[in-house]
């Protein structure tokens, strides 16, 4: 059994919504930034049509501790390419990345596309029809491990 | 004249003139102007006595004023620098406050500061630093180091603390301990996206009233005034505010724009809420106030009337105003080096029209907000930056420029929208108004004691101006 965040301490934790690129689903993210929210996460939500860059720029101000990218419309690969790079530039090292919505396109296995996403240097990669109470539960985990020094609870 | 009906007096130490208008409170009417040099550098009292001389021999007699207030663009202005943190988010909001305090802007900065950020800051040595950084619970990282940095140098005027309120209190006794003025205040942008200027612009103003005043050596002519109430371009805009906005049940103008063509910079101001219009835009950015001050410094009819002809081109200023490349070379020649010149020839006055439209299209363009097509798979989708001004009713000109030259509405005109520049939002039809008495720092300065007098004589004196025949107002002139 692995070590979970105290729910009391997700307060201190600041994470930043959005959807990636040209994409306008909203609904998920919508649907899941208030589930955050509600589970007691400090949220900054950026909405649809998110260039990139911007994740990052609302990051730095606000000392995130991780960013969630959505990306529904079957572009994700192309639009989340060089995010960790982008980071890394922007002194955000370490920050922990999730991504999720509809990743796949065609016919392609989920592990294939988690794979390409894992090697872009996203800590987690969410397949289509995630439900929030596992976001939760995987945040929690990561975030007790990171309170250990880990970079996930599965690193 | 009698001393009977009450009047004010409001003033305007301004960089080359001291100007006064007199003003008759029941009837809301000007009583009469006065002007004078400006000699805030020697004795500013000098100049205000000429302008006080000047006002009596035109009206025969100064009546006793209820009120005798002030606002200086004197001795540079306010000359301000501002710090935040990302350039489009705290660094912006810093900027954006700083300008709505009627400030010059000498520097703006993001991120660390360098040392070769603070060799420049101690430079320009400005009159007052904005200091931002960091939203509440966010970064406080990067405003702790470049307070460090700013107790550590040369600089001795007061800093303005308006970041992450954790990092606030640390942060002005740091300040204080080193000696310098900290001026802790609300963060400028207390969340992600959220503006919130107005107590960083109550700072600025108090400090301007408190110090500058003083330092600018405006206050030796106390006895002839009862207060310096804040810095010209804001009283400016405070006047706009009020004639848009109206006061105590009486209407004003409703949504406006106010350009203002000075010889070195061209302002812009709107007072608009600036929500989309167009079906479907998704705003983006960062949120723009309602009272929103832009501040073109490459753009003026003197100072800077070169690089408006590097930013419109001069093939197309000088087929604006009829001339040849060459004869307009020699006439741009001529005026920059002139600050005071005003235009003596047709041909002068062509070349200051031609000047003045560039201006303003392209100060109104930088104001305004632009749609962007996002192309996606499905088709296109609309994002907005900044504001929709599309549905403004009112444009105000005001300005040497505007006031002394020909043809005010074909200058004005380049304010509004262009089929040809669709993704810009700028007015679509508006009345157009020009400010021909300079009384929009008087409305803004009588307004914080006698409103409704000044937004009267306010609304009385905006003049509606219509196009010439020769001024073909709304063709395009590139930018
Ligand atoms: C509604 C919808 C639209 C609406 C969107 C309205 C709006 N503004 O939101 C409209 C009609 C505009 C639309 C347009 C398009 N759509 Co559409 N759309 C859908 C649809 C039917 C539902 C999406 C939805 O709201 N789901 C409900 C929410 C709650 O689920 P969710 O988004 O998956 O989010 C959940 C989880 O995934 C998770 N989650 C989401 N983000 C993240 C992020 C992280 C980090 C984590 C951990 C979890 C997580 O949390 C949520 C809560 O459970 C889907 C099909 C489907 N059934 O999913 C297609 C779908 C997403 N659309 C699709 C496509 C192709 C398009 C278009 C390109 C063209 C088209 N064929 O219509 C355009 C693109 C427009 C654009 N530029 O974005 C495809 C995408 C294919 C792909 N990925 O390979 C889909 C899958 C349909 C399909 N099977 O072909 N669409």
């Given at each position: 059994m692995t070590e979970t965040l105290d729910?009391?301490?997700?307060?201190d934790i600041t994470l930043v919504t959005g959807v990636i690129g040209?994409?306008?689903?909203?609904v998920g993210n919508r649907i899941l930034s208030m589930a955050l929210e509600e589970a007691g996460y400090s949220i900054v939500i950026l909405g649809a049509?998110?260039?990139a860059d911007e994740f990052i720029k609302a990051a730095i101000e606000t000392a995130a501790d991780g960013i969630m990218v959505s990306s529904l419309y079957g572009q994700g690969e192309l639009d989340c390419r060089g995010f960790r790079e982008l980071c890394v530039e922007a002194g955000l090292d370490d920050i922990l990345l999730y991504v999720g919505g509809n990743?796949?396109?065609?016919?392609?296995p989920w592990e294939v596309v988690e794979k390409r996403f894992l090697d872009m240097g996203f800590d987690r990669a969410f397949p289509p029809g995630t439900r929030t109470p596992e976001v939760v539960e995987a945040l929690d985990r990561d975030f007790a491990a990171r309170a250990r020094g880990k970079r996930t609870a599965d690193s | 004249m009698s001393g009977d009906a009450s009047a004010a007096l409001l003033i305007d130490f301004g960089s080359t003139y001291t100007k006064l208008r007199a003003i008759d409170l029941e009837r809301a009417e000007i009583i009469g102007s006065g002007q004078g040099p400006s000699t805030v550098t020697t004795d500013i009292t000098v100049g205000m006595e000429a302008a006080l001389a000047d006002l009596e021999g035109r009206i025969g007699g100064l009546p006793d004023f209820t009120y005798r207030l002030a606002t200086s663009s004197a001795a540079g202005g306010l000359r301000m620098v501002t710090v935040g943190l990302v350039k489009e988010l705290t660094a912006e909001a810093a900027r954006v406050a700083a300008l709505g305090a009627g400030a010059r802007l000498i520097g703006t900065y993001a991120y660390r500061l360098t040392a070769s950020d603070i060799a420049g800051i101690e430079g320009h040595s400005p009159d007052i630093i904005l200091l931002a950084g960091g939203t509440d619970g966010g970064n406080d990282e990067v405003i702790r180091h470049n307070a460090r940095v700013l107790a550590e140098c040369g600089i001795t005027c007061p800093v303005v603390v308006a970041g992450n309120r954790e990092a606030t209190d640390g942060i002005s006794a740091r300040l204080d301990s080193a000696g310098k003025t900290a001026v802790p205040t609300e963060?400028?942008?207390?969340?992600?996206?959220?503006?919130?200027i107005e107590p960083a612009r109550a700072a600025i103003r108090r400090i301007f009233i408190d110090r500058i005043v003083h330092a600018k050596g405006?206050?030796?002519?106390a006895e002839m005034f009862d207060?310096?109430?804040?810095p010209t371009p804001e009283a400016v805009m405070e006047g706009a505010r009020l004639l848009a906005d109206g006061t105590g049940g009486q209407n004003g103008l409703g949504p406006l724009l106010v350009v203002d063509i000075g010889g070195a910079t061209t302002d812009v101001h709107s007072v608009a809420?600036?929500?989309?219009?167009?079906?479907?835009a998704i705003q983006r950015g960062l949120p723009e106030p309602y009272v929103k001050r832009t501040v073109?410094?490459?753009?003026?009819?003197?100072?800077?009337a070169l690089s408006i002809v590097e930013a419109a081109g001069l093939d197309t200023l000088a087929s604006e105003a009829g001339l040849t490349r060459d004869r307009f070379r020699e006439n741009l020649a001529m005026i920059s080096g002139d600050v005071e010149r005003l235009p003596e020839t047709d041909e002068e006055r062509a070349v200051d029209r031609a000047l003045a439209r560039a201006a303003t299209l392209i100060a109104v363009r930088r104001h305004s907000g632009r749609t962007e097509t996002v192309y996606t798979v499905m088709g296109p989708a609309v994002a907005q930056h900044g504001?929709?001004?599309?549905?403004?009713g009112a444009v105000i000109g005001t300005g040497g420029a505007l006031v002394h030259g020909i043809d005010p509405a074909g200058i004005l005109a380049k304010a509004c929208a262009d089929p040809n520049d669709p993704e810009s939002l700028r007015p679509r039809a508006p009345r157009l108004y020009l400010d021909r008495e300079y009384l929009l720092y008087a409305c803004g300065l009588l307004g914080t004691v006698e409103p409704k007098a000044a937004l009267t004589l306010g609304l009385a004196h905006m003049h509606p101006v219509a196009e010439e025949e020769?001024?073909?107002?709304?063709s395009s002139v590139a930018g």
């Open positions: 729910p009391s301490k997700r307060q040209s994409d306008t689903h909203i049509l998110t260039p990743l796949v396109v065609g016919k392609t | 963060n400028v942008m207390p969340e992600f996206n959220v503006l919130n405006i206050d030796r002519a207060e310096i109430l804040m809420a600036g929500e989309p219009t167009l079906e479907g073109e410094g490459d753009l003026g009819m003197r100072h800077n504001k929709d001004l599309s549905g403004v020769h001024g073909n107002g709304r």
